[in-house]
Every structure is written in C-alpha cells, then in structure tokens.
C-alpha cells in the first residue's frame, strides 16, 4: 500500500489488488472509515483502480459490557435498526463521486439473536 499503510486485506489478480478494510461496528470511526482510510489511503495504490471494499461487521444491539456496543453516529442520528440500514447510513455518508467504487458490506454476526 501507499506511504506505507497497511489495508487489512488485499485481494489480487494479476497486478490488480482490491484493498479491504475491516471494522468492527464498536470502532470510532466505523461511520467514516470507508472514505477517511480506504479511499485517502488506499485507495490511491494505482493498483486498486480506485475499487475496494469496506465490510462492517455488525453485531445489532448488544450490551454496554460486551465491549462490542455500536459507536453512536457522529450527527448523532439514532442507531440502525440493522445490517441494510448501517450500510446505507455509512454508503450515504461517503461522496457521491466515489460510492460506485467502494463496496460497503455489512456482515451480520448476530448469532441468530433477535
């Protein structure tokens, strides 16, 4: 990766590499990761074409304790209800531009809970 940044995953082919950055939905930056580190950081590795993917790995509503609770939004909108609704909070937060061009996928490791 450029400037010696560090995706968590890269797929290749050939010579082109889709980056992949992984959040937990209990990180800070959850909301904004897919523009502020994929698309500034790694995006840019002319390799990528300017394509990656951002997956979100949603646990729902969880208790306080769990350590895995979902940061609150930085406008402070209410929670999503679930994995369609966190994916297109976090697709309508990056730039119109770029949206064909980051696939966000929300991952849901709710273990059958409701």
Do not use: N
Request: charged share 35%; hydrophobic share 40%.
């Amino acid at each position: 990766m450029p400037r010696s940044k560090r995706a968590d995953l890269a797929l290749a082919k050939g010579a082109m590499h889709q980056p992949m950055e992984v959040k937990g939905q209990w990180i800070d930056d959850v909301w904004d990761a897919a523009t502020g580190q994929l698309d500034r950081q790694y995006l840019i590795d002319w390799r990528s074409e300017g394509r990656g993917i951002y997956l979100v790995l949603w646990f729902g509503t969880v208790r306080a304790d769990s350590g895995r609770r979902l940061k609150v939004h930085p406008d402070a909108h209410p929670a999503p209800a679930d994995k369609e609704e966190m994916r297109r909070i976090i697709i309508d937060r990056i730039p119109a531009s770029r949206r064909d061009r980051i696939d966000v996928v929300v991952l849901d490791l709710c273990s059958g809970r409701k």
